[in-house]
């Protein structure tokens, strides 16, 4: 490098030397004097093509490997040009500069970057930006997209559909239950049923409750509660004869449990009629002259008043009784 000024001079090249200049650049080791120059203020620093300057009082601000390098202590390697080079990759050597020069820096978002930020800093050995760094990962670690409880205990899965607000979607899935040979396709057909409760937890996680159980007596069984009751349940297990012996035969009705996890939506926990609401509701239709009030008091045929308030009630209570006649495992 040249000494006269501190800012780098362009250079062109005749266009004889364009064949050359697809090989590869020459390079010689020097130490930092015979590298910058004892008159020069900046250093040019070319770091796996990405071209940067800095000052001497920047790159040897910390005891790092930077400092190394330009104090002296360590070979350089210097191209033709007089730029220094560092065989790293540049992406993130601007981040470095900056902590240099500041003592902090606004690290990019995102834990992957970050962890790219990390191994730039402990390859330099910047130890301010390394604990920065490990802070900043220590400090946003990322939540689990979704968590699934698996029951320990009879009790443990009671207090966890007794207390939940949302529907409540059960799998019992225990393949060591069976005391007869499965049929050919039961062991597939047993994964199907464990990946689709995988996808229904994912598409649902917020809405739904899911849970598994390990300890129940069934082989694999769905089962659908809503406030502390089971709404549904979807045997997937059955005995066939076979050759004059039993075995037992796992299905995958996906279709089925696809219809029961989406119904369990309807009954999601709501608050009860407003009686405010329903009083003015039962004014404003008495005001259009279908009936009067004696009628109401009297307890007419009419729809206001307490037969209203009934009405409603039952609506409501019809779509928790939804599947009170249905046969359970059918």
């Not at 601000?61 to 360590?74: C, D, E, P, T, V």
């Not at 009030?293 to 008043?305: L, Q, R, S």
Request: proline share 4%; hydrophobic share 30%; charged share 25%.
């Amino acid at each position: 490098m040249s000494g006269d000024s501190c800012l780098p001079q362009r250079h062109t090249h005749p266009a004889s030397s364009s064949s050359a200049s697809s090989a590869c650049p020459k390079t010689k080791t020097c130490s930092y004097r015979g590298a910058v120059g004892l008159g020069n203020k900046y250093v040019r620093v070319n770091v796996g093509g990405s071209l940067f300057y800095a000052t001497l009082q920047v790159l040897t601000r910390q005891n790092s490997m930077l400092k190394a390098m330009f104090s002296g202590q360590k070979e350089v390697f210097t191209d033709k040009d007089g730029w220094i080079l560092i065989d790293r990759s540049g992406k993130h050597f601007g981040s470095v500069l900056c902590f240099l020069r500041d003592g902090t820096v606004a690290l990019p978002k995102g834990r992957q970057a970050v962890q790219e930020v990390l191994a730039e800093a402990k390859y330099y050995d910047v130890q301010g930006l390394m604990e920065l760094c490990q802070n900043t990962l220590q400090d946003n670690k990322e939540l689990p997209m979704c968590v699934i409880p698996v029951v320990t205990s009879r009790k443990e899965e009671e207090k966890l559909i007794q207390s939940s607000t949302k529907p409540v979607v059960k799998l019992v899935y225990n393949r060591s239950n069976n005391k007869y040979s499965y049929t050919s396709n039961s062991d597939d057909n047993l994964l199907k049923n464990i990946e689709l409760f995988d996808r229904l937890s994912l598409s649902f996680n917020g809405r739904v409750l899911f849970i598994k159980d390990v300890i129940g007596d069934e082989i694999c069984c769905w089962s659908f509660y809503s406030r502390g009751r089971k709404l549904a349940e979807v045997c997937c297990t059955s005995i066939v004869y076979a050759t004059e012996k039993k075995q037992t035969k796992v299905e995958f009705p996906e279709a089925r449990i696809y219809e029961e996890t989406l119904n369990t939506l309807l009954y999601k926990t709501m608050p009860p009629p407003d009686t405010v609401l329903l009083e003015a509701s039962r004014r404003s239709f008495t005001s259009c002259g279908s009936h009067s009030e004696e009628e109401e008091e009297e307890g007419g045929a009419g729809p206001g008043g307490a037969e209203l308030r009934e009405r409603v009630r039952r609506i409501h209570v019809k779509r928790y009784s939804t599947y009170d006649d249905r046969q359970l495992g059918h």
